[in-house]
């Protein structure tokens, strides 16, 4: 199951609040690659339909029902230290024979 750490909840938090936009959520997308997807986050207001809501402490995270499935058993975190900091999809990431049906030549 997706999750969502109790840092990423809260600095989402703050920077929808920064922006003027609190209450709105977070909403990760996959785009298909050659083999394997490549996922983005935006900030979002509303659910779309089919959209999967996942919610911690207040803070909501949208996808489609597709991006969900891919990203079973995966956390969304927050990282930082000296030189950088960003939110980061942590755990198990769909690859090659997870769905590409063995296009990439393994």
Do not use: H
């Given at each position: 199951?997706?999750?969502?750490?109790?840092?990423?909840?809260?600095?989402?938090?703050?920077?929808?609040?920064?922006?003027?936009?609190e209450?709105?959520g977070?909403?990760?997308?996959?785009?298909?690659?050659?083999?394997?997807?490549?996922?983005?986050?935006?900030?979002?207001?509303?659910?779309?339909?089919?959209?999967?809501?996942?919610?911690?402490?207040?803070?909501?995270?949208?996808?489609?029902?597709?991006?969900?499935?891919?990203?079973?058993?995966?956390?969304?975190?927050?990282?930082?230290?000296?030189?950088?900091?960003?939110?980061?999809?942590?755990?198990?990431?769909?690859?090659?024979?997870s769905?590409?049906?063995?296009?990439?030549?393994?």
């Amino acid at each position: 199951m997706f999750s969502i750490s109790a840092k990423a909840a809260e600095k989402a938090k703050v920077i929808l609040k920064n922006e003027g936009k609190e209450g709105w959520g977070l909403r990760i997308f996959s785009t298909e690659g050659s083999c394997s997807p490549s996922f983005g986050l935006d900030i979002d207001e509303t659910l779309q339909e089919g959209d999967e809501v996942i919610e911690k402490d207040g803070l909501k995270v949208y996808m489609t029902k597709q991006t969900f499935d891919m990203l079973n058993d995966v956390e969304l975190d927050y990282y930082e230290d000296e030189e950088q900091e960003g939110f980061v999809l942590k755990g198990p990431m769909p690859s090659c024979g997870s769905g590409c049906g063995g296009s990439c030549g393994v």
